[in-house]
Nanobody, 119 residues
Framework: QVQLVESGGGLVQPGGSLRLSCAASGSIISMNAMSWYRQAPGKERELVASIRSIRSSNYADSVKGRFTISRDNAKNTVYLQMNSLKPEDTAVYYC?????????????WGQGTQVTVSS
């Protein structure tokens, strides 16, 4: 009922930057938290950052000071600005959103976008 489409992944050198975007579409009445997760090969999926409002966001310790999450409520879109990227940031990044749609509560995931940090 609610679809998430991510974009913005790619290959970047250490120290570089990328900006991920995730747009939600569907019969959305209200959006609660929007989040970014990542999963590296052989590792569990982990929360990278989450945002409920401008004043309410949280980050994994490993990305604090380097990544910034933001959202455009009018567009139901969440962004992840990633600076000072490190090889250990290499992973598939997934967008997650939950809220209320016409058919009821939703908890949706995007298809994932690959981020590779390598020289």
């Amino acid at each position: 009922q609610v679809q998430l489409v991510e974009s913005g992944g790619g290959l970047v050198q250490p120290g570089g930057s990328l900006r991920l975007s995730c747009a939600a579409s569907g019969s959305i009445i209200s959006m609660n938290a929007m989040s970014w997760y990542r999963q590296a090969p052989g590792k569990e999926r982990e929360l990278v950052a989450s945002i409920r409002s401008i004043r309410s966001s949280n980050y994994a310790d490993s990305v604090k000071g380097r990544f910034t999450i933001s959202r455009d409520n009018a567009k139901n879109t969440v962004y992840l600005q990633m600076n000072s990227l490190k090889p250990e940031d290499t992973a598939v990044y997934y967008c997650n959103a939950h809220g209320l749609a016409f058919r009821g509560d939703f908890d949706s995931w995007g298809q994932g976008t690959q981020v590779t940090v390598s020289s």
